[in-house]
Structure formats: structure tokens, C-alpha cells
Nanobody
Framework: QVHLVESGGGLVQAGGSLRLSCATS????????MGWFRQAPGKEREFVAG????????SYTDSVKGRFTMSSERAQNTVYLQMNSLRPEDTAVYYC??????????????????WGQGTQVTVSS
């Protein structure tokens, strides 16, 4: 059983920052590609960032490039999403995700095998 436990969401003003965390087991951390998705009200869930388990490279969706940074801490079996210069359009439920077959950072159209419970991020204007 794969468990992804997210934390760090909240309410922030536009231009502010938040850091999301996603903790998992050592087996999941080593065997699954990890990524972040988000779902805004009335919209489909979309890919935000992904971490390659081959070379550690990271892929971002265009709308967050230069503002969001995904990272990992192997000792903690945790991945992070540092979100800076937040905009109202970043408001969404953010989900940590894991995929067993994926090796690259770019998830493309691949869907996760497992989802976290989601954490709400609200950016006020």
C-alpha cells in the first residue's frame, strides 16, 4: 500500500509563498516517480511538476516555470513544492502523485498510480 501524506497548504496573498510537502515510505520514494498535480474549481486536474527517478531532473508545466521549485529529501522520503510569486490563478487543491512505471520527469499524459489526499492552496488578490 502506497501512502502519500501532504501538508503545507493554506491561504496566502498574491505574491506570497508556500511550501508543500509530501511524505511517503522509503520503498515508494525509491520505486516510484513522484509528481505534483493541481485541480482548480471547475477545471480538470493538471500536471504541475515531476521528478525523474533516473537523473533527478525536474519538469514543470509552463505556467509555473520560474516560480515553483520541486525538490526532494531522500533522508526524509519527502518531496517538496516551493511556490513563490503566487497568483490567484494558482488557487487549487494540490495533489502529490506517484507512478510506478514512469522514469522521466515529464509525466505527459500518464496518470498516477496513487494520489495523496490533497491540500488546499488559496491565493487572494
Amino acid at each position: 500500500q502506497v501512502h502519500l501524506v501532504e501538508s503545507g497548504g493554506g491561504l496566502v496573498q498574491a505574491g506570497g509563498s508556500l511550501r508543500l510537502s509530501c511524505a511517503t515510505s522509503v520503498l515508494t520514494f525509491n520505486r516510484y516517480a513522484m509528481g505534483w498535480f493541481r485541480q482548480a474549481p471547475g477545471k480538470e486536474r493538471e500536471f504541475v511538476a515531476g521528478l525523474s527517478r533516473v537523473d533527478g531532473s525536474i519538469s514543470y508545466t509552463d505556467s509555473v516555470k520560474g516560480r515553483f521549485t520541486m525538490s526532494s529529501e531522500r533522508a526524509q522520503n519527502t518531496v517538496y513544492l516551493q511556490m513563490n510569486s503566487l497568483r490567484p490563478e494558482d488557487t487549487a487543491v494540490y495533489y502529490c502523485a506517484a507512478n510506478r512505471a514512469l522514469f522521466s520527469a515529464d509525466w505527459g499524459s500518464r496518470q498516477p498510480d496513487y494520489w495523496g489526499q490533497g491540500t488546499q492552496v488559496t491565493v487572494s488578490s
